[in-house]
Structures are given as C-alpha cells and as structure tokens.
C-alpha cells in the first residue's frame, strides 16, 4: 500500500538560512513521501522567491503581513493536501530517517489526535529539550518540559502522553485540524499551541510524546530569550489562556494572580537589570490583555 503524504508546514520569518537548513535535512534524511510547506511570514525582504528558486518542487506562500505563529500556520494547512500535517519550526533540523514513527503513533490508536516527537537542543552538547509536557498549574499556568537540560541516556524512551504538545515539532491527522478547528491566531506567539491540545482533548482525543523520532530545535533563533516581544507576548498570553480556558473561581484567580504578582514581578526584575524595553513590554502585554479578552479566534 503506498504511504499516505505527510505535508510539513514550517513558518519562516526573516530566517532564509535557517529554512533552508531544515529543508536540506529532510531531504537528506526522510525517505517517507513529503510535501514541503514553507509560509514566509512578512520577512522583510521577500524570502518566499528565493526559497522557490531554490526548492521549486517545494510549495512556497508569501504574506506581505506579519500573521504570528498559529496565522502562519494555518496558511500553510489551507494549502496543504498530506494526510498528516507536520508543524515543524524552520530553526529546527532531523538526522534520522524516523518522521514515519510518528505516523505509525497516529494509525496506531484513533484516539490520539496529536504526537510530538523527542526535542533536543540542536548546539552541542544536544540535550533533550522536550520528552513531554507536565499539567499547567490551575492558578499560575506554569508547568515544565519533561527531561529539560538532562542528557539524553534513554531515561525518556519509553511513549507516554503528554497534556500539551510542543509547537516546534507536532503531528496531527488532517481529521484533527477539521474538528479541532485552526490554530487560535488572538495570541500572535506562545501559547497557541497549548490553547490548540486543549481544543484535541476536548474533541476526546489524546497528544502523544514518541520519542522514536528526534528532532533538534535551535532554541529561540528568531525572538531571543529576553527580547520585548517574547515578554510582551508570554505576559499577556498567559492572561489570555486563563480566560479562554479557566472557569469560574480558578478564572478569576488565576488572572489576579497574573495581574497582581506575576506580571508587577517580571516589571520589577526587569528594571533592575536596566531593560526598562522588558519592563514597558510587560506593561503592554497586560494592558492589550484587556483589549482582547472578549475577543474569539
């Protein structure tokens, strides 16, 4: 029986170099067939012509806007046609012939709607970013990636579920995308993809880990680790998760306890460490929580 497509959409933005790398190792290493999505996402400069010059067997969108990561994405499931859609960071790169496991996780047990690979850091000495997800804490909404930092000695080897899947590496059924609906595009960046693994478990589906595949993520290459918009946007989606997906006391609790300590905390830290630009993207980041926090996607 020929092997269903998978289409990997991948979301550029200012990052030609890194694109092409991803692109390079996939075809360096995939035997499975694939379908290559790239959205290029209101880069400066035109990315999309080049990366079409280059790759003209690969399938390449321009917006002329900024669309945030879930709008980028979902650009790309519109104009995808595989059996399984790939979200796949440009900044991140495979080394092994094993996108099929993650397939074989989805036919295996039709009440898994989404599995992520094991992540691990691409720079040396490569260790495991992600083996899983552990639960948000109800009231703070923090939580932590399983085996993050540890070398990777095989203690992560063994498929488990995880509560939310990780938005740089992660397989869903296009059935998945059609009843869970697109990513949700109100955050811009962070977030959506934990919004979105509440929307597949409340269809009753499950997020599997499967750490038969690997892939190896350039951590942050395109925001930064402490860059105003990566405050700004974890601050006031943190806010927005809370509303969206919180009820009753926890709701309220919990955005208190983002306004009121959470948020006046990271400010604070900010300031003293001289970023007065953190500090102001914090205080955007609550107030445009207020401008959004009726609002749908």
Known sequence: MMERRISVISVNYNGYSLTCAMIDSLRRHVTTPLEIVIVDNGSARDEAAPLRKRYPDVKVLRSERNLGFAGGNNLGFA??????????????????????????????????????PKIRFFAPPQHIQFAGYTPLTRITLRNALIGFGEPDDGQYDTPHDTPYAHGAAMMVRRETLEKA?????????????????????????????????????????????????????????????????????????????????????????????????LAKAVCRGVRDFFTLKNKQA
């Open 79 to 116: 104009a995808a046609t595989g059996d399984y859609l790939l979200l796949l960071n440009n900044d991140t790169e495979v080394t092994e012939d094993t996108l099929h496991y993650l397939c074989e996780t989805l036919d295996g047990d039709r009440s898994i709607g989404a599995v992520c």
């Open 181 to 277: 609906g697109p990513m949700p595009e109100i955050y811009f960046l962070y977030y959506e993809e934990l919004d979105w693994s509440v929307r597949i478990r409340e269809q009753g589906r499950r997020i599997a880990y499967n750490p038969r595949c690997t892939v190896f993520h350039k951590e942050s290459a395109t925001t930064g680790q402490q860059s105003p918009l990566r405050s700004y946007c974890l601050t006031r989606n943190r806010l927005l998760f809370a509303w969206r997906n919180l009820r009753g006391g926890a709701r309220l609790l919990s955005v208190a306890y983002q306004l009121c300590i959470a948020a006046p905390k990271n400010a604070v830290s900010a300031l003293a460490h001289r970023r007065g630009d």
